[in-house]
């Protein structure tokens, strides 16, 4: 049973244009969704996290959008850029246990 | 000044053979982890350990076994490598409050 589901696989965004990557996940009592970056030959890193207590969380051309209710949350890279170019993974955890990661999305920007 | 480092980064051995890989912390974070990243990508939690209690994920076989001497340091040792072992292996550390988990630069290890 995968805990939590990502889509696309994988993503070719126009340099400029907004990379969108959804997360779903099963576990109502998730309460903190972090995405991460990951370059190759590299190790995950932070790059914005929310909790179920705000719907949006915007730090400089990346956004988490949540939805509690439908159990939904969603990645915004605005104004992709080609040094976007990279691995992303959706989290999800509840209090002190381990981040379930989502599959995975490739995203490719073209310049 | 890596935050979460690990030995080695590569790690080519055979089938049989038993090796470890180290992973050290200087965040002061009170939870450490191991994570298999296999060809798909897929990250996976193996263990979590802080100085309280051990979690093992149930799927992972018995011949996989951290070790922490302290509560910087969470290494983890594989007996009798299978050529399935075949991965690469991230350790990762977090306090317990914030949940923000840290990663190190991973170890590619390679069973032949």
């Known amino acids: 049973q995968q805990q939590v589901k990502q889509s696309p696989q994988s993503l070719i965004v126009q340099k400029g244009g907004i990379s969108i990557i959804n997360c779903a996940y099963e576990n109502t009592a998730f309460d903190y969704f972090p995405w991460y970056q990951q370059f190759p030959g590299k190790g995950p890193a932070l790059l914005i996290a929310?909790?179920?207590?705000?719907s949006e969380k915007k730090e400089g051309r990346f956004t988490i959008s949540f939805n509690k209710s439908a159990k939904q949350f969603s990645l915004h890279i605005m104004d992709s850029q080609p040094g976007d170019s990279a691995t992303y993974f959706c989290?999800?955890?509840?209090?002190?246990?381990?981040?379930?990661f989502g599959k995975g999305t490739t995203l490719s920007v073209s310049s | 000044d890596t935050a979460v480092s690990q030995t080695p980064k590569y790690l080519v051995t055979q089938m049989g053979n038993d090796k470890s890989i180290k992973c050290e912390q200087n965040l002061g974070h009170d939870t450490m982890y191991w994570y298999k990243q296999d060809s798909k990508k897929f990250l996976k939690i193996m263990f979590s350990y802080n100085n309280k209690e051990l979690i093992i994920n149930e799927t992972v076989p018995n011949r996989f076994s951290p070790k922490s001497p302290d509560k910087a340091h969470l290494n983890l040792h594989i007996n009798s490598l299978e050529l399935g072992d075949s991965a690469v292996y991230f350790c990762?550390?977090?306090?317990?409050?914030?949940?923000?988990?840290?990663f190190g630069q991973g170890t590619r290890l390679t069973v032949v």
């Open positions: 990762a550390s977090s306090q317990i409050e914030t949940a923000e988990a840290f």
């Open positions: 989290a999800a955890s509840k209090a002190g246990t381990a981040l379930i």
């Open positions: 929310i909790r179920p207590d705000v």
